[in-house]
Nanobody, 122 residues
Framework: QVQLVESGGGLVQAGGSLTLSCALS????????MGWYRQAPGKRRELVAL???????KYGESVQGRFAISRDKARNAVDLLMNSLQIEDTAVYYC????????????????WGQGTQVTVSS
């Protein structure tokens, strides 16, 4: 059984920083990408940042230059460092992983975490 476990999040003042972490465990053959998405009330889920197996990263326009994603291959984990947080960053943040399972290495699985709340106050 593959599990995606998120940690971090919480309440922070505008201008502050937070780090979100996400780890994938279980019968993993390989990981294509891992990343974070977010959804604010009344809005669609949007890309925050993702990183591929070869280390290429992609960021949403609104977080470019403020957030940084990094990957720990040994732990099958990613960290998202969020700097200069703004009230507009308030949302539920979801970890996502696209990976291959040991039992079915020819198939790409798409897994989501349960979400973690990030609230930025003025």
């Amino acid at each position: 059984q593959v599990q995606l476990v998120e940690s971090g999040g919480g309440l922070v003042q505008a201008g502050g920083s937070l780090t979100l972490s996400c780890a994938l465990s279980g019968s993993i053959f390989s990981i294509n990408t891992m990343g974070w998405y977010r959804q604010a009330p009344g809005k669609r889920r949007e890309l925050v940042a993702l990183i591929s197996d070869d280390g290429m990263s992609k960021y949403g326009e609104s977080v470019q230059g403020r957030f940084a994603i990094s990957r720990d291959k040994a732990r099958n984990a990613v960290d998202l460092l969020m700097n200069s947080l703004q009230i507009e960053d308030t949302a539920v943040y979801y970890c996502n992983a696209i990976y291959k399972d040991l039992n079915h290495p020819g198939y790409d699985y798409d897994s989501w975490g349960q979400g973690t709340q990030v609230t930025v106050s003025s």
